[in-house]
């Protein structure tokens, strides 16, 4: 499913400070991890949602994994359903009572012992006089699949339609839609519905669950079939992910020929409480001719110890001493290929009932592996974008620190740090000096990271520091600074360099920061700075449309793009600031040695570096990182970082320094 830029913006936008809860299965019981969002990724291809997934190694991090999920639903609960309880509760008028809470199943909702049963007694009467407790399908205005209007609120399909029987999951949409928007001339479809929730119409949307589920096809063909009792064992993966243990299947060819299907599971289901196992079972009825003409669908639950009877015996053998609770009903002839998409969509997630009823599964492809030629170094080459490649962008957010500016401000922000023997640095590029004098020149005032080191790589790659612009008209000084990358980057493709940058910009706004950041070479990175769209906007409401925009941008600019980078790719790029940053790869410091000192310094190469002559005879070479600790300039003689002259002006003369590491990079032509 693919969404537009601005639609996955607002989806970012509403989780990117607190995250989101990770949940196996799309099971809201089953907490496994935390989604941190990083950012959004453009490419002129495609505009991906970045999160990281973190999950927890120790007890401590499970338990407080267990209280941000409880924050995250109550957060959820407040913004989404508290603002509307007085209107939920007029609605409802005498039917509230104690013992009330909110839910969201889509929509804002009360859930209460009785609640709708209450409210609406009429509707309930009528599944009270059902044999099964169930309600005719024709006798409910459809809101949404198992959702219903009545009166100016909602009623919904019983809980037991949702994973893990719980209304704190989303209704099995895909059975229900098929369930109730099916062509079925001459068929009555009676359902289940949830005696204790309502809710409120105006609030509803339907949730999309980015699942792969389908159902498989089928034919109008029962022959096939196994007629005997059948017993599919759960994979490995549906075992851990679902719960699920096996499925059987049975043909019953006494009398009046029938079908029986049950789900069996070795994990409790945890939205019915505790000791509690509930089972998906569906019954049917064949005519003269061979063909469904009745089937109906239930949960038989039972306790750990039924549980393990029944897991001990088939489903010929097992009876029926179990809980039940029927939940749909249809009677009438059904077409044999909608009885099937019927069956495998209420064993949703269950692909072992389509394998058995004969589908045609589509597969989801699997990411085919090649072999690389591994070397000492080989498997860390850093992922460096090429010019066909285009330009990568990321926008994010951040809570500001601190009292907003009074007067316009630029900060270098070190968010990258480097390993220097036992002690770790933070630094920002030698280069950036020129956009910082610049800056000073059109009288900003640039503050510099305290303590950082001005690193010198001379690798090929050039990763501007973060810079953040505070204080009136944020935004115009975000635009000379990028201006000023723009020149500086133009200059170098002007001059025979072949480099690849990143850029990251970012600009305050009351209580938030909005940045972005761009990376690959000189000419598409010098494109995109060009281009209207690289310019933030000077509002957050903004931003929806600013995505659409630089998506838009991106495909105008870059049209021979085809492909969209992978998991792999953008996570090579991407850190966890949610900036692009091409990674750099050290050398061993066992593999090289220094020698000299001040202005004569030198490596001494080890053995090992031999075992890398592959990528010494390729495109890589061995790098000195150099720390700038002094250095004048070529024309006025003062030091450089502090004077006023560019390096067009003569450039600067290193005086003194250190080698923080070795790095492997592209040769590029000198700039000193």
Excluded at 469 to 476: E, I, R
Excluded at 572 to 591: C, D, N, Q, T, Y
Aim: proline share 6%; with cysteine; glycine share 8%.
């Amino acid at each position: 499913m693919m969404f537009t830029p601005g639609a996955l913006w607002r989806g970012y936008e509403q989780s990117w400070e607190h995250g989101l809860p990770a949940n196996l299965g799309h099971d809201l019981h089953a907490l496994v991890g935390w989604n941190a969002p990083l950012a959004l990724y453009f490419t002129a291809k495609r505009t991906a949602f970045v999160i990281e997934i973190q999950c927890p190694e120790t007890k401590e991090e499970q338990a407080n994994l267990w209280k941000m999920g409880q924050a995250a639903r109550q957060r959820r609960l407040d913004e989404e359903v508290r603002p509307h309880l007085a209107e939920l509760n007029q609605r409802l008028g005498n039917a509230l009572a104690r013992n009330i809470k909110m839910e969201h199943p889509s929509c804002a909702a009360l859930a209460g012992p009785g609640l709708a049963r209450r409210r609406f007694p009429a509707v309930f009467r009528e599944a009270d006089a059902d044999a099964d407790g169930l309600v005719q399908l024709a006798s409910l205005r459809a809101k949404g699949p198992g959702v219903f209007e009545l009166d100016g609120l909602l009623l919904f399909a019983h809980p037991y339609f949702r994973r893990a029987l719980s209304r704190m999951n989303t209704l099995n949409s895909p059975f229900l839609r098929a369930f109730q928007e099916s062509a079925m001339p001459g068929c009555l479809r009676k359902i289940r519905l949830d005696p204790d929730m309502v809710g409120l119409p105006e609030t509803y949307q339907e949730t999309i669950e980015l699942a792969y589920w389908r159902g498989p096809l089928f034919q109008d063909d029962l022959a096939a079939i196994p007629k005997a009792v059948t017993q599919y064992t759960a994979s490995e993966a549906d075992r851990m992910i679902n719960g699920i243990s096996m499925t059987e299947f049975r043909w019953n060819e006494l009398g009046e020929r029938s079908f029986e299907c049950e789900e069996l599971r070795d994990t409790e289901t945890l939205g019915a409480g505790v000791d509690r196992f509930g089972c998906r079972y569906v019954h049917t009825m064949l005519n003269a001719e061979g063909r469904p003409d009745h089937a109906d669908g239930a949960i038989r639950m039972y306790n750990e110890e039924a549980m393990l009877a029944r897991l001990g015996k088939d489903i010929a053998r097992a009876g029926k001493k179990t809980k039940y609770t029927k939940l749909w009903r249809v009677d009438g002839e059904l077409p044999i290929p909608l009885w099937k998409e019927l069956l495998a969509h209420y064993y949703r997630d269950n692909p072992q009932v389509g394998e058995y009823l004969g589908g045609d599964r589509d597969p989801v492809p699997m990411k085919e592996e090649k072999p690389e030629k591994e070397t000492v170094v080989r498997s860390e080459l850093p992922r460096i974008l090429d010019e066909a490649d285009g330009t990568h962008v990321t926008t994010f957010l951040k809570r500001a620190q601190g009292a907003p500016s009074t007067e316009p401000q630029v900060s270098l922000l070190a968010w990258d740090h480097v390993q220097c023997g036992s002690e770790l640095h933070s630094f920002y590029e030698a280069d950036a000096i020129e956009i910082v004098k610049e800056l000073r020149a059109a009288e900003l005032t640039v503050v510099l990271p305290a303590d950082a080191a001005r690193v010198d790589w001379r690798d090929g790659v050039f990763n501007f520091p973060s810079v953040l612009h505070d204080g009136p008209n944020s935004g115009a000084s975000a635009a000379r600074t990028l201006a000023a990358c723009r020149d500086m980057f133009a200059r170098w493709r002007d001059d025979g360099f072949d480099i690849a940058v990143t850029v990251t910009s970012g600009i305050r706004l009351g209580d938030l920061e909005i940045w972005t950041s761009c990376a690959g070479r000189l000419g598409p990175v010098i494109a995109w700075l060009d281009h209207p769209a690289a310019k933030l906007p000077d509002d957050p409401a903004g931003m929806l449309e600013w995505c659409n925009r630089a998506q838009g941008a991106l495909r105008e600019l870059f049209p021979a793009v085809t492909t969209a980078p992978g998991i792999d790719e953008v996570s090579e790029i991407i850190r966890r600031s949610g900036a692009l940053r091409f990674r750099r790869m050290f050398i061993r410091p066992g593999e090289w040695e220094q020698k000299g000192s001040g202005t004569d310094l030198g490596i001494i190469a080890r053995p090992q570096l031999s075992e890398a002559k592959d990528i010494i005879d390729g495109d890589y070479r061995p790098m000195i990182a150099m720390d700038i600790m002094h250095s004048v300039c070529r024309h006025c003689g003062q030091e450089y970082a502090d004077c006023p002259c560019m390096a067009v002006d003569g450039g600067e003369k290193i005086t003194d320094g250190r080698i923080f590491s070795l790095v492997w990079g592209r040769p590029a032509k000198s700039r000193s």
